[in-house]
């Protein structure tokens, strides 16, 4: 089983910044990728920014310039530092990891992906 456990949204105003957090435990072999999605009312779900293993990472263009993503691999953690937000930043933010469970499962390149409960942020004045 693994878990995936955030923190860190809540109500902010237009302009201001907050920062999530998302730590994974349990039976983890390797992690690939770490990446926040976002869900907003009446809308699919998007990839907001990722993380890969490499060290490289993406983001959405509606957020380039405004959120930062990192990790930190010996914590297995993933943080989103969201400056600047905006009213349409309002969404529930999911944290997402793609991993390995076991050895045996990385030696068949067996990626299994594994979801957080999710975070609202709210961006209102």
């Known amino acids: 089983q693994v878990q995936l456990v955030e923190s860190g949204g809540g109500l902010v105003q237009p302009g201001g910044s907050l920062r999530l957090s998302c730590a994974a435990s349990g039976s983890i072999f390797s992690i690939n990728v770490m990446g926040w999605y976002r869900q907003a009312p009446g809308k699919q779900r998007e990839l907001v920014a990722a993380?890969?293993?490499?060290?490289?990472?993406n983001y959405v263009d509606s957020v380039k310039g405004r959120f930062t993503i990192s990790r930190d691999n010996a914590k297995k953690t993933v943080y989103l530092q969201m400056n600047s937000l905006k009213p349409e930043d309002t969404a529930v933010y999911y944290c997402?990891?793609?991993?390995?469970?076991?050895?045996?499962?990385?030696?068949?390149?067996?990626?299994?992906?594994?979801w957080g409960q999710g975070t609202q942020v709210t961006v209102s004045s």
């Open positions: 997402n990891a793609r991993l390995f469970t076991s050895r045996s499962s990385w030696v068949r390149n067996d990626l299994t992906d594994y």
């Open positions: 993380d890969t293993s490499g060290g490289s990472t």
